[in-house]
């Protein structure tokens, strides 16, 4: 191949994430409702019927369908069809960072209203209930914060001898941060509660 073409190709593409086609990719919406003239913020608990994390808590959303026009489409089509709520009935939605997670996938969360939560009836397929925290408890407690580590673990035939170091190299592996947010019997943690701390910085940093 001529360097002439080599270099018209690289000029002329847009810069992705390197090997995005390979991610499975996932939209997440965060619910605002208004209840006892305050904000409060809605989670849903994962059936006992599913078979990934039944019973565990988190934002409506899931895997975005090759009909989906975007990301925040996917957000609001999985959020009415795991609460029941009307499209017209989710507004404000805006997106927040996405998450590029060490395990494939890729995160798309949006925060948006609930205009008329008296007429969420959860999907008892994929909700096993739901339930709301006040905004201003998220104000006032930080999570709890705990490492998680991970460690490298080559396959049997790995070619040791052809690296430097070979079976001693030095490899350089980052853990995580797993937050944790408990409010009356609830535990919330896990990806639900990085978006959560996320969105809290996120509205901490605005003007008073």
């Known amino acids: 191949m001529e360097i002439d073409k080599i270099v018209n190709v690289v000029q002329n593409r847009t810069p992705s994430i390197l090997g995005l086609g390979e991610f499975k990719r996932f939209s ?3 619910p605002l409702i208004k209840k006892d003239n305050d904000v409060h913020i809605l989670f849903e608990v994962r059936s006992n019927q599913l078979r990934r994390q039944p019973g565990e808590i988190c934002f409506p959303g899931g895997k975005m369908d090759p009909t989906d026009k975007d990301e925040k489409h996917t957000a609001i089509r999985e959020t009415m069809e795991e609460l029941g709520v009307k499209e017209n009935g989710i507004t404000d939605v805006s997106p927040l960072d996405y998450f590029v997670s060490p395990f494939g996938t890729i995160i798309y969360p949006f925060v948006g209203m609930i205009n008329n939560p008296d007429e969420i ?3 008892p397929a994929e909700v096993g209930e739901v ?3 006040p905004l201003s408890f998220f104000l006032s407690n930080p999570p709890q914060i705990f490492k998680v580590k ?3 673990e080559p396959e049997e035939n790995f070619p040791f001898n052809d690296i430097i170091g070979g079976e001693n190299y030095n490899w350089q592996v980052k853990g995580m941060d797993e937050c944790f947010y408990y409010y009356q019997d609830r535990v919330i943690w896990g990806l639900t509660a990085g ?3 996320h969105f809290i910085e996120v509205i901490g940093k605005s003007p008073k």
């Open 28 to 30: 997440i919406l965060l």
């Open 121 to 123: 009836r959860p999907n």
């Open 131 to 133: 339930f709301t925290v």
């Open 150 to 152: 991970f460690h490298v």
């Open 195 to 197: 978006i959560l701390k």
